[in-house]
Structures are given as C-alpha cells and as structure tokens.
C-alpha cells in the first residue's frame, strides 16, 4: 500500500530526497505522498526510507485506502522507471 503523512508531520524536508520514486512533494502546511508513485521502497529499499529518515514518531504511515500487494507494488516500481 502506499504510504501518507499525517498531520504531525513538521515538514524539515528530511524525506524528499530519500525517496526512489519522487512520490514526497512539499504541501501546505504538511508534505505529501503522491500514491500513485508510492512502491513503500519496493523496487529499491528492503523497507521505507522515508519512515526511516523522518523524525517524527507515527507520522508516515500505511494508506487504507491504498491497499496493494508486493507484486503490485514492484509492477507499480517498473511502470514509473520504463
Ligand atoms: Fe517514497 Fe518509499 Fe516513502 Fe513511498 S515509502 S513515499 S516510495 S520513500
Ligand atoms: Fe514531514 Fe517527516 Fe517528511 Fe519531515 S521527514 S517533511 S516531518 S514527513
């Protein structure tokens, strides 16, 4: 599934440019993942970089409504590298 950032989030810039997809853009107030570019790092990372980078406690977490499968997600990956 891919991931959303809650309204906790500070917006430090941290996770931008740690993401493979360039799916994190700068919102207002908070920053944003766009879902049809989050893989959750499959593809390229073993987990998520941007929960790994961000500083804030439970601020990235997984989208309900975006619900995919590991093969999904690495099909997903591969369409937004082609
Ligand atoms: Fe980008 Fe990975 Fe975070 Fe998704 S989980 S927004 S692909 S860094
Ligand atoms: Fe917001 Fe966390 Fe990204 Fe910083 S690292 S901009 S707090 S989501």
Not at 50 to 55: A, E, K, R, S, T
């Amino acid at each position: 599934m891919a991931l959303i950032i809650k309204d906790t989030c500070t917006a430090c810039d941290a996770c931008v440019l740690d993401c493979p997809n360039d799916a994190i853009t700068e919102g207002d107030p908070i920053y944003v993942i766009d879902p049809l570019r989050c893989t959750e790092c499959v593809g390229e990372y073993d987990e998520p970089q941007c929960q790994l980078v961000c500083p804030v406690d439970e601020c990235i977490l997984g989208d309900p409504e975006f619900q995919e499968t590991e093969d999904e997600l690495q099909a997903k990956y591969e369409q937004l590298h082609e």
